[in-house]
């Protein structure tokens, strides 16, 4: 990888660096208070690496859950991958063993740099997409190992702090208003996640949500592409 690939590739994910450094910290600490070790909380952020899936794992250890509730629940807070990886078909294909990093480092974050940011013609865009997954992955594990060496150091209430990923999804909301010049797809997904909420209860708004707005999104494609044009 070229050091202008890495360059531009850096300088886009650094609103995500800027929200996984307080949320990554935010996890570090609350593994911590759960009774976890530093080494444990980095390896959670090295091999498992799902944000709101790590901050569930919290909740699990300190009620000493069934691993199959374990497995369930984080099959479905995750399960929007199942729809992000049908748009990144085309955008990966080509990288050879590569595509295994890419897939495994999907994250919704990652997800909404890759498609949010156009390229210039000078930067491989499959080269550019690894950096952008690599280095928000780094940010996210460095700042957990520091969240959770001040966490095994010093005791914290962690109530409420796990409002740092909610902050970083609102920051990243916002920048893709921004960006984009129609807002269908921000209205539609509100009005999804409003009717999931109804229609299907809050346990099941993740998944029924994203349906909706996948569905939505099918209906209205032609529509939203004129509109941002």
């Known amino acids: 990888m070229n050091k202008k690939t890495f360059k531009y590739a850096f300088k886009t994910c650094v609103p995500v660096i800027l929200g996984y450094l307080p949320s990554g910290f935010a996890f570090g600490l609350m ?19 799902t944000g709101a899936g790590q901050y569930l794992a919290v909740d699990f250890i300190k009620n000493n859950s069934a691993y199959i509730a374990i497995a369930v629940s984080t099959f ?13 078909l085309e955008r990966y294909k080509g990288s050879g063993f590569k595509k295994l990093y890419l897939i495994f480092g999907l994250t919704d974050e990652t997800y909404a740099l890759l498609t949010g940011v156009k390229c210039p013609d000078s930067i491989d865009q499959r080269r550019f997409a690894l950096a952008v997954t690599a280095i928000n992955q780094s940010a996210w594990v460095t700042a957990t190992f520091f969240g959770a060496l001040l966490g095994t150091a ?11 990923m909610t902050a970083l999804f609102l920051v990243i909301v916002t920048d893709q208003l921004k960006t984009y010049k129609t807002k269908y797809p921000f209205v539609i997904g509100a009005l999804s996640a409003l009717a999931a909420l109804l229609v ?17 999104l099918i209906l209205l494609r032609k529509r939203i592409e004129n509109d941002g044009r």
């Open 154 to 164: 010093v005791s914290f209430d962690t109530t409420g702090i796990d409002f740092a």
């Open 31 to 49: 593994i911590s208070a759960a009774g976890c070790s530093l080494f444990t909380a980095v390896i959670m952020s090295v091999v498992i690496y």
């Open 76 to 88: 479905l807070i995750n399960s929007k991958h199942l729809f992000y990886g049908l748009s990144m």
């Open 200 to 216: 299907l209860g809050r346990d099941n708004i993740l998944l029924g949500g994203a349906a909706m707005s996948v569905a939505a």
